[in-house]
């Protein structure tokens, strides 16, 4: 079955400190893949996606095919940074979107 | 100003008291969508409309409705609203219909209490 883990429900971390959010994902297809992001009040939106290959607000995250996973990674946090992220798979076979069940992220002054 | 819009924001309502939630979209999107949002379990889809007068069921349906007779509407019903129906709502389009591919662009969500 297709699937997204997010195995960490929060992720406390110091400004400055390296951030890893970890996503793994489950299906055996050609994947597509997304970072969401919810700031405090916000709507959730859309960070980055694997095919763009960008980084936004210094965040990066690499498709490992091999790991079955999409980590997001910033070298530098910033209080600003504090948010809930969702990573996303697309599933062409069912034109289907599956979210994880979240990562809180809580950066420290 | 492109946007998904909802409305109410914020519902306390009692079990068994019909509601309705609205979405609307700015932007020509031909699939639209419902999510609910709940601690520990995150987004789960409840319905979608790939366009108007298409919809189909989501992974939790049950208790819910919803009609799309124009493009940019996609209200969500609750016939007889339950407490475990108390959640955080998010609408949500996209340009087409190939979600797997397209970017989301959600609602700012609804949030309900049914008592």
């Known amino acids: 079955a297709q699937r997204v883990t997010q195995p960490e429900k929060l992720l406390s971390v110091f400004k400055g400190a390296p951030v890893e959010l970890k996503c793994n994902y489950s299906?055996?297809?050609?994947?597509?893949l997304f970072w969401y992001v919810q700031y405090s009040r916000q709507r959730l939106q859309l960070l980055l996606r694997?095919?763009s290959r960008e980084s936004i607000k210094g965040f990066t995250a690499d498709l490992n095919k091999g790991e079955t996973s999409f980590h997001l990674k910033k070298p530098f946090a910033q209080e600003e940074d504090s948010a809930m992220y969702y990573c996303?798979?697309?599933?062409?076979?069912?034109?289907?979107?599956?979210f994880g069940t979240g990562t809180l992220l809580a950066v420290q002054p | 100003e492109a946007q998904v819009t909802q409305n109410p924001r914020y519902l306390i309502t009692v079990t068994g008291k019909k509601l309705t939630v609205t979405c609307s979209q700015n932007?020509?999107?031909?699939?639209m969508s419902w999510y609910r949002q709940d601690p520990g379990l995150g987004l789960r889809q409840i319905y979608y409309?790939?366009?108007?007068?298409?919809?189909d069921k989501g992974d939790v349906p049950e208790g819910y409705k919803v009609s799309r007779k124009e493009k940019r509407n996609f209200p969500l019903i609750l016939e007889s609203p339950s407490p475990n129906q108390t959640s955080l709502y998010f609408c949500?389009?996209?340009?087409?219909?190939?979600?797997?591919?397209?970017?989301?662009?959600f609602g700012p969500g609804t949030r309900l209490l049914v008592l």
């Open positions: 949500a389009s996209s340009l087409s219909p190939r979600v797997a591919l397209e970017t989301q662009y």
């Open positions: 299906y055996s297809g050609s994947p597509e």
């Open positions: 694997h095919i």
């Open positions: 996303a798979l697309g599933v062409g076979a069912t034109n289907k979107l599956i």
């Open positions: 932007m020509n999107h031909e699939y």
């Open positions: 409309s790939m366009n108007v007068e298409v919809t």
